[in-house]
């Protein structure tokens, strides 16, 4: 199976900057996108922002203009760059990849464990 590993998440001061990492590794074939989720308490979780494997980005429209997602396809490996934070960004995020789907390669997806960010006032 694919694994993928979060890391970077910390405690900020509104107003601040923390890039996250999220490292794939294990079975990886054909991946495609890679994203990001977050999750606050008492919410469901909601998807942040996603990168295709040809470099086409979305972003939710609570941290456009703020986040920043980036990858490189030769290291399996996607960054957010989370600028100006606020106290509602406050959550864990987890990362996300999918690939496959084609007549080569089975479909699959994976989760990261998340990691911990809180922004304080």
């Known amino acids: 199976q694919v694994r993928l590993v979060e890391s970077g998440g910390g405690l900020v001061q509104a107003g601040g900057s923390l890039r996250l990492s999220c490292a794939a590794s294990?079975?990886?074939?054909?991946?495609?996108?890679m994203a990001w989720y977050r999750q606050a308490p008492g919410k469901q979780r909601e998807l942040v922002a996603r990168i295709s494997n040809n470099g086409s980005t979305n972003y939710a429209d609570s941290v456009k203009g703020r986040f920043t997602i980036s990858r490189d396809n030769a290291k399996s490996t996607a960054w957010l760059q989370m600028d100006s934070l606020k106290p509602e960004d406050t959550a864990v995020y987890y990362c996300?990849?999918?690939?496959?789907?084609?007549?080569?390669?089975?479909?699959?997806?994976?989760w990261g464990q998340g990691t911990l960010v809180t922004v304080s006032s």
């Open positions: 996300n990849a999918d690939g496959g789907g084609s007549r080569w390669f089975p479909r699959w997806d994976a």
């Open positions: 294990g079975s990886i074939f054909s991946m495609n996108a």
